[in-house]
């Protein structure tokens, strides 16, 4: 790999990513002739104030500072050390040791074979100022970036390599500013242009005189308006654009169909649902003993779903309760702890739980609820270990995009009377549905109604355009039913659909 890359540098949407990276690429470089410097240009924590960067800096100086070396070096070195330990008025390093540390930085960064950092670290900024050049770019989860976050890594190198899924979640807020870009948003924010570039200084006169034209100019306006959009979401446009292409045998874009992580029954569900059957899992998945052990045969299968009824079909008067405009279910939040109650760790395991739920109403309710039983020492929940072992459990589908665990447990919410669309909420959003089912390594837990479900894709409006269909919930439920009831009588089932009463117990 390391004669392969050359010189790198990645880059990724948040902090956990590269840690992961990170450790991933430290146990890959364990095996080589020599020891490759990785280097992760952000802090080692959350509430520390050193970059992981500095840390080594200090490492190095340190070294050089207890080295032994001629009489004259020493004097250098003792000079170093002195400088070092001096403080500023605030308890920092005074301004000549935070010069020689930021030399000492960027020489650790010019000798390095891999540099890591967020895609909108500061620290690249720097370097696309400095002129600083990689062998390749590597962009990982490509798709959440929008343009601008994009631009700064992609200065960096001329070989970029970017990798995301543009059938999960998209950049932030990019529903919203989408909404910027239509024609009579755009016509309203031009109205007010000439009076807001006025108060900034040194403006060239070319920007004035280009808006003055979109004022004017609906079909330029136009255009404007939806390069920008599509600048938005660079990866989506890259790849849509290629997958429109079928013509074309070979391009600079790939689909990357192979997959590590999921069961290959889960694999089979979220690649049905969301991939065209396209996804496939490599030989050793299949292989991995499941480290987690069911109480019944009921919850043997990869993929269990616990069956609620619709609401229509109930007396109660409803499953939904709403925190403000959030809503939770507390029925499912029983059938999900008693499925959990009937699963645990195998012998000598300790796999990975993940709890999610699309609204934050209903992850307050679940947190609450398995605060209680998380063992204060070892941060385990019956016997299970939180994905960063940090006892947290329960997450929303966007905290826990690139998230994986042993055992996902998911529980959906919606469960009402109303019809189509309005009725689903954010169950309808198929990208987020996708990060929702694609989490679980070995084992799968759905907690829903499919009753529900099923109406509300019965009785909706088709959609509007590309990704807003609401056909994938049918197709999930579908190849949920295939995989209970294999039509091969000889095939054993890969999932097992568990009804469950209105308050949420299992039926017997």
């Not at 034209?213 to 255009?223: G, N, S």
Request: hydrophobic content about 40%.
């Amino acid at each position: 790999m390391s004669d392969f890359l050359g010189v790198a540098h990645i880059a990724a949407q948040n902090h956990e990513a590269l840690a992961e990276m990170e450790r991933t690429l430290r146990e890959h470089f364990s095996q080589a002739e020599r020891d490759p410097i990785v280097v992760r240009i952000e802090r080692a924590a959350p509430d520390l104030s050193d970059t992981q960067l500095r840390d080594q800096a200090h490492t190095l100086l340190d070294a050089f500072v207890l080295g032994d070396a001629s009489p004259l070096s020493r004097r250098r070195r003792e000079a170093v050390e002195r400088i070092l330990r001096r403080t500023g008025p605030a308890g920092d390093v005074d301004p000549e040791g935070e010069a020689i540390l930021r030399d000492t930085e960027h020489l650790i960064l010019r000798s390095a074979d891999v540099t890591l950092a967020t895609a909108n670290s500061s620290v690249i900024e720097e370097m696309v100022a400095e002129g600083e050049q990689f062998d390749w770019v590597i962009v990982e989860e490509a798709a959440r970036a929008s343009g601008p976050e994009l631009i700064g890594p992609l200065l960096l190198g001329a070989r970029r390599v970017l990798i995301g899924d543009h059938r999960q979640l998209a950049p932030f807020d990019a529903e919203r500013k989408a909404r910027l870009y239509r024609d009579d948003a755009g016509e309203a924010l031009l109205t007010d242009a000439p009076e807001l570039i006025d108060a900034v200084s040194d403006l060239p006169d070319a920007v004035r005189t280009s808006l003055e034209v979109l004022a004017t100019d609906p079909i330029l306006r136009a255009d404007a308006l939806g390069a920008a959009l599509r600048l938005e979401q660079p990866f989506r446009e890259i790849a849509e654009t290629t997958e429109a292409m079928a013509h074309a045998r070979s391009g600079p874009v790939s689909m990357l169909t192979e997959q590590s992580r999921m069961h290959p029954a889960i694999c089979g569900l979220v690649s049905d649902t969301f991939y065209g059957g396209q996804l496939t899992t490599v030989d050793r998945i299949a292989d991995r003993p499941c480290p987690i052990t069911p109480a019944s045969g009921a919850l043997s299968a990869p993929v269990v779903l616990l069956d609620l009824p619709p609401l229509s079909r109930t007396r109660v008067q409803a499953f939904e309760t709403f925190e403000g405009t959030s809503p939770c279910n507390r029925a499912e939040a029983a059938a999900l702890f008693e499925a959990l109650d009937r699963l645990s760790p195998a012998n000598g395991a300790t796999p990975t739980l993940a709890i999610l739920s699309p609204y934050t109403a209903q992850c307050r309710l679940l947190h609450a609820r398995v605060s209680s039983r998380v063992d204060p020492e070892t941060r385990h929940l019956n016997g299970f270990a939180s994905p960063k072992g940090d006892g947290v459990f329960v997450q929303t589908i966007d905290s826990f995009q690139g998230g994986e665990a042993d055992l996902v447990v998911v529980s959906t919410v919606r469960n009402n009377q109303k019809m189509g669309r309005h009725a689903l909420g954010i169950l309808g959003d198929r990208r987020r549905m996708n990060v929702l089912l694609s989490r679980a390594k070995h084992k799968l837990v759905l907690v829903t109604s499919t009753g529900f479900l099923k109406n509300a894709v019965k009785w909706s409006e088709p959609g509007r355009g590309p990704g807003h269909d609401l056909e994938f919930l049918a197709a999930l439920l579908r190849r949920i039913d295939l995989m209970a009831a294999p039509d091969d009588p000889d095939a054993n089932p890969t999932a097992s659909i568990i009804a469950c009463g209105e308050d949420g117990k299992v039926v017997q």
